[in-house]
């Protein structure tokens, strides 16, 4: 097993120790299971679903996979927190702000099981891709965006919006995003800093806002074309 075992340490938050946990238990012949469904229930990552007429009761994973799901739980923690890969870090904080933290952990842990049923099965090396950006490409997809917003554009104004009142709402929004963000940032850098010394984080301070831009437009240059496609649209009409 140990080609299996170097393997699955190309997945950021996978060791060796981890690798030989997790091969011990399912094995590098992935035949077993027709697809990574079958492998996820295995595990004990797939989530539940008890449902009683029409009505969802609970999504609580099952207890099966009593040393494979640790071992998973514990590289998912150590695969956020990777810094070289933030793959599997964006994936846990989008996910942890709809379904919290624990939820979102094992989500991470499911994903890892994912990665190494595939690479077990083709032999390929660890590169993480979206499915929505294997089928549909990004050009496809500004389009698509474009219309949506056009449409929307539209329901407002039928609903009694100006369309001066509908771009302010939409810049407004931008800005939200903006400072959001950049509150995000400045609390992300306090936390480091404080577990250092006040001269370095004094340095960490200068460092972070020499880095950071200093003004930011509210909306980038495709939203702003959108807008004054929209606006021109409104115009006409």
């Known amino acids: 097993m140990e080609a299996a075992i170097d393997h699955a340490c190309m997945i950021p938050g996978i ?15 992935m035949s077993p299971w027709p697809s990574q469904y ?36 514990e590289a998912a923690h150590a695969a956020v927190k990777d810094k070289e890969h933030p793959y599997y870090a ?22 890892l099981l994912i990665a190494i049923y595939h690479m077990l099965l083709t032999g390929e090396k660890w590169n993480p891709t979206d499915l929505a950006n294997v089928e549909t490409p990004t050009d496809k997809r500004r389009k698509y965006i474009k219309k949506n917003l056009s449409n929307s554009f539209s329901q407002l ?33 306090s936390d480091n800093d404080s577990s250092k010394g006040t001269e370095a984080s004094a340095d960490s301070a200068e460092t972070n ?26 115009a006409a009409s």
């Not at 969802?56 to 799901?69: D, N, Q, T």
């Open 15 to 29: 060791n060796k120790n981890l690798a030989v946990i997790i091969m011990s238990e399912i094995g590098t012949d």
């Open 38 to 73: 079958n492998l996820v229930s295995w595990a004990g990552l797939a989530p539940g679903d008890n449902q009683s007429a029409g009505k969802k009761k609970s999504v609580k994973i099952s207890r099966a996979g009593v040393y494979l799901k640790p071992a998973l739980v």
């Open 90 to 111: 964006i994936k846990y904080n989008t996910i942890k702000k709809r379904r919290g933290q624990k939820r979102a952990i094992i989500a991470i842990a499911r994903k």
């Open 157 to 189: 104004e039928n609903a009694g919006m100006l369309p001066e009142e509908i771009i302010n709402y939409l810049k407004g929004q931008f800005l939200d995003l903006e400072a959001s963000a950049e509150s995000e940032d400045d609390s992300d850098s």
């Open 209 to 234: 806002n020499s880095e950071s831009p200093t003004e930011q437009p509210a909306l980038d240059s495709d939203s702003q074309t959108d807008l004054t496609l929209v606006k021109d649209k409104s």
